[in-house]
């Protein structure tokens, strides 16, 4: 197997590349996503008839009798997985697969297949699992993306001289190359990125929307945000690094978003290798599994004060405090705020998913208005064991902004 370590290194390769102003990594990932939105509007405008207006135009907080007001109702969930596919892909492999719509839809059907084929198969006895397991749309899922993955790699072997590392693949190829030792190949690549196409896709399309969702009910909130994206795009450029890590308001809100409804209540998952017994008396014996309480953090007053509330601005005002300001962006990690684990074992992926998640917030406030479908309440979060999960049915109304037009 390849170590963790290498998709944290070529992760973290990544990252420096959208940082540098000489580099055109990060401008043609925040074009792609432009791109992704714009195509998957279009296709959802050719797909379905757009909400009329008329029966509901009192209750819309932006209403008016222009040809702005036609609605176009989105699956919140399935349209935020289909861009974050876009750009994840985009990551690892490049601009080609990226736009490849049946790969794209090949990554979502495996993403959203995945989670139910495992509950499965934890419920069945073990001789029956791998009799279970060929017939899964997982399997089946997986083997067509192992193909197409594997002649991807067999095509830049026939090209690596001439073409510059440009992605996450070519950074994994590359490593197993300098490793004269490593029984490593090709397979193992697959393999690896596979894993990555799983662990990227679901955690950041729930966070959009649960965050799309929020906007979409807390309508007080976007003329504040749609002004720091004018200021920080005069200042920075449109689309640029700098501007997006300057949009602190923007930034607080989808951390608040992601503090008031996590979706792994506890995480971090050890096995204590031996009995402790903490000062208050509490007892892990051996072999006991143990996690970070993330929910209860969340919600304890010491740490998140009017914690029952939620706050869009609560940690864009905190960097008022230099004691504070380091602990209040959305990937930093602390005892206090683990989405992303901590410490050694933090993600290395949350800076590239902290992207993901702006620029698509920011291409909302950007070009459209959005509300619930038919203007009404935030839909419930779904438990599933420890995890919270938005609806993945409810849609969400979209309709070019007025600004857009100008």
């Known amino acids: 197997m390849i170590p963790n370590s290498v998709i944290a290194k070529a992760l973290s390769w990544q990252r420096t590349r959208a940082a540098k102003l000489d580099d055109s990594f990060f401008k043609a990932f925040s074009a792609e996503l432009f791109y992704g939105f714009r195509a998957e509007v279009q296709m959802l405008a050719e797909n379905q008839h757009k909400p009329s207006t008329e029966s509901s135009i009192a209750s819309d907080p932006v209403s008016d009798t222009s040809a702005h007001s036609e609605w176009l109702a989105a699956p919140c969930f399935s349209f935020c997985l289909k861009i974050i596919a876009r750009l994840t892909i985009f990551s690892l492999f490049g601009e080609s697969l990226c736009r490849d719509v049946a790969f794209l839809d090949l990554c979502c059907d495996f993403g959203n297949a995945l989670p139910m084929d495992a509950l499965l198969l934890r419920s069945l006895p073990s001789w029956a699992k791998p009799l279970v397991l060929r017939y899964l749309t997982t399997t089946r899922r997986s083997g067509e993306l192992r193909e197409i993955i594997r002649a991807e790699i067999n095509k830049r072997r026939n090209s690596r001289e001439k073409n510059p590392m440009k992605d996450i693949l070519d950074y994994t190829m590359d490593w197993i190359d300098n490793r004269r030792d490593t029984v490593l190949g090709d397979a193992?690549?697959?393999?690896?990125?596979?894993?990555?196409?799983?662990?990227?896709?679901?955690?950041?399309?729930?966070?959009?929307?649960?965050?799309?969702?929020?906007?979409?009910?807390?309508?007080?909130?976007?003329?504040?945000?749609?002004?720091?994206?004018?200021?920080?795009?005069?200042?920075?450029?449109?689309?640029?690094?700098?501007?997006?890590?300057?949009?602190?308001?923007?930034?607080?809100?989808?951390?608040?978003?992601?503090?008031?409804?996590?979706?792994?209540?506890?995480?971090?998952?050890?096995?204590?290798?031996?009995?402790?017994t903490f000062s208050n008396g509490l007892h892990i014996p051996k072999g006991g599994v143990i996690f970070t309480p993330n929910s209860p953090i969340f919600e304890d007053e010491r740490f998140y004060p009017n914690s029952k509330t939620f706050d869009g601005f609560r940690f864009s005002r905190m960097r008022g405090d230099p004691k504070l300001e380091s602990l209040c962006d959305l990937t930093a990690t602390n005892e206090q705020s683990m989405h992303f684990g901590t410490g050694r074992h933090a993600c290395p992926g949350r800076f590239m998913a902290s992207d993901e998640v702006k620029l698509a917030v920011v291409f909302i406030l950007q070009n459209f208005d959005i509300a619930m479908e038919n203007f009404g309440p935030r839909p419930k979060n779904h438990a599933f064991g420890k995890f919270m999960l938005p609806d993945m049915a409810a849609k969400i109304w979209l309709r070019e902004s007025k600004s857009s037009k100008q």
């Open 188 to 276: 193992h690549v697959v393999h690896v990125m596979i894993s990555v196409i799983f662990a990227a896709l679901h955690t950041s399309s729930q966070l959009v929307a649960h965050t799309l969702f929020e906007l979409a009910t807390r309508p007080d909130y976007i003329g504040a945000l749609r002004e720091e994206v004018e200021q920080c795009f005069e200042q920075h450029g449109q689309g640029t690094k700098a501007s997006m890590d300057s949009m602190y308001k923007i930034d607080s809100f989808i951390k608040e978003t992601q503090r008031f409804t996590p979706l792994d209540a506890a995480s971090l998952a050890r096995v204590a290798l031996k009995g402790f």
